[in-house]
């Protein structure tokens, strides 16, 4: 809701208040204060209208994901970069149920932006070697699997990983 600066502000603004509340012995008032700094300092890392996108897509809610995302009016000035990474990971993710051009474009910036998670660049990894064996590019997707595949430290991937292995060996 607020712009990334603001929030900062608003941190530093809160905790110094909370320093006064300490020295005028109101420890309770400047215990809240300063919990409620922590808030701003999270939300500056975690931007909260991403948060809602992402409930909304663990729901399977592309609309309402769509929607949140559509919040944010100016993404470069608003997010950090790993959130602008996250909000062209989530287009993509949208954009791949509609338009797999739009959807490569996305997951791509995304990736250059960079996600904090291996799991999530391993997955737009994943979504990008499956576009690219859709428009019948079988290097490009050879090579997107297996660094997918290095990513997926879990196997969380692994079952999509070996079925796209095996539809790359029938192009």
Not at 136 to 160: F, G, H, I, P, V
Request: proline share 1%; aromatic share 10%.
């Amino acid at each position: 809701m607020f712009n990334k600066n603001i929030k900062i502000v608003l941190a530093f603004l809160i905790t110094g208040y909370a320093g006064y509340q300490f020295y005028e012995g109101e420890i309770g008032n400047g215990i809240m204060l300063v919990l409620l700094a922590l808030i701003f300092v999270f939300l500056y890392f975690r931007n909260e209208l991403i948060l809602l996108a992402f409930l909304r897509m663990r729901k399977q809610d592309l609309e309402g994901t769509e929607k949140w995302l559509g919040k944010i009016r100016n993404p470069k000035a608003a997010l950090t970069t790993k959130q602008q990474g996250y909000y062209e990971y989530l287009h993509g993710i949208i954009y791949s149920q509609k338009n797999l051009t739009q959807a490569e474009k996305h997951f791509r910036k995304a990736l250059k932006l960079g996600l904090n998670m291996d799991y999530d660049v391993a997955m737009a990894k994943l979504s990008l070697a499956g576009i690219a064996m859709q428009k019948r590019r079988k290097r490009e997707a050879t090579t997107l699997l297996s660094e997918a595949k290095k990513l997926d430290k879990n196997n969380m991937l692994n079952e999509q990983i070996r079925m796209m292995q095996q539809q790359l060996k029938r192009i």
